[in-house]
């Protein structure tokens, strides 16, 4: 069993940066892939990016040039660094571990998932 710990949302304005933090516990996450989505209000959820056990990096559309994804992998803790935020990107933001196979875009791919944390950007 996995448990994820996202932190670090809030509200910022318009071309303004968050950090965001997943910190796991119960197994050592070096050698899964990993990811963040986000879900607006009635909306589906988004891929945003991911990172793979070799570091690797995948980026949604929404996502290429301003966010940056990364992992450390002794404190067992993936980031989302999030620049020049802009309105559309006022989500719920969710990190994921996948354990299995499958697009790494995609949610279902993903086995464990954090509780969310709000991201929300004024204009």
């Known amino acids: 069993q996995v448990q994820l710990v996202e932190s670090g949302g809030g509200l910022v304005q318009t071309g303004g940066s968050l950090r965001l933090s997943c910190v796991a516990s119960?197994?050592?996450?070096?050698?899964?892939?990993m990811g963040w989505f986000r879900q607006a209000p009635g909306k589906e959820r988004e891929f945003v990016a991911a990172?793979?056990?070799?570091?690797?990096?995948w980026y949604g559309d929404s996502a290429k040039g301003r966010f940056v994804i990364a992992r450390n992998n002794p404190k067992n803790t993936i980031y989302l660094q999030m620049n020049n935020l802009k309105p559309g990107d006022t989500a719920v933001y969710y990190c994921?571990?996948?354990?299995?196979?499958?697009?790494?875009?995609?949610?279902?791919?993903?086995?464990?998932w954090g509780q969310g944390t709000q991201v929300t950007v004024s204009s």
């Open positions: 119960g197994r050592t996450l070096s050698t899964y892939d």
């Open positions: 994921a571990v996948r354990v299995d196979t499958g697009p790494i875009q995609s949610p279902p791919a993903y086995d464990y």
């Open positions: 990172i793979t056990s070799s570091d690797g990096t």
